[in-house]
């Protein structure tokens, strides 16, 4: 059985924002969409919330599913889902992130990203004009 862990897909006009990883974690170094495991007893959502107040002390809207992807590891597979997200306050701390930036889909191809988000970026790009789009009429 997967290893199911979330993935918020933060928007800040047309950039999407990226952690990476501290380097006493496994895949040190490397770039995500923040996000985690879900504990035993949490809804993806909760565990979501959680993980993005434990990594960057923020608070956040999960708005809906904006892709699901499986990646196996060596040890094992993982589901991947990967939530629209709203910041809901501003200020981001790195509490359990080395650092972040806030990228264009297109610029991920620039970093060195978790493998298991691969499916997040290809979908980000092939709605990058979209998003574009609707931010700037809005």
């Known amino acids: 059985m997967p290893l199911l862990v979330t993935a918020a897909v933060i928007f800040e006009k047309e950039n999407v924002l990226i952690?990476?990883?501290?380097?006493?974690?496994?895949?040190?170094?490397?770039?995500?969409?923040?996000?985690?495991?879900?504990?035993?007893?949490?809804?993806?959502?909760?565990?979501?919330?959680?993980?993005?107040?434990e990594e960057l002390d923020v608070e956040i809207c999960v708005k809906g599913i904006f892709e699901v992807a499986v990646y196996r590891y060596d040890w094992g597979p993982v589901l991947i889902l990967a939530y629209s997200c709203q910041l809901l306050t501003a200020d981001l701390c790195h509490v359990g992130v080395a650092d972040h930036r806030w990228v264009h889909p297109r610029e991920l191809a620039d970093f060195s990203i978790l493998p298991a988000d691969r499916p997040i970026i290809a979908r980000l790009n092939g709605q990058s004009d979209h998003f574009a789009h609707s931010s700037s009429e809005s």
């Open 19 to 53: 952690t990476r990883r501290p380097m006493d974690k496994v895949h040190a170094g490397l770039w995500e969409f923040p996000g985690g495991k879900v504990d035993p007893g949490e809804s993806p959502e909760e565990a979501l919330c959680r993980e993005i107040r």
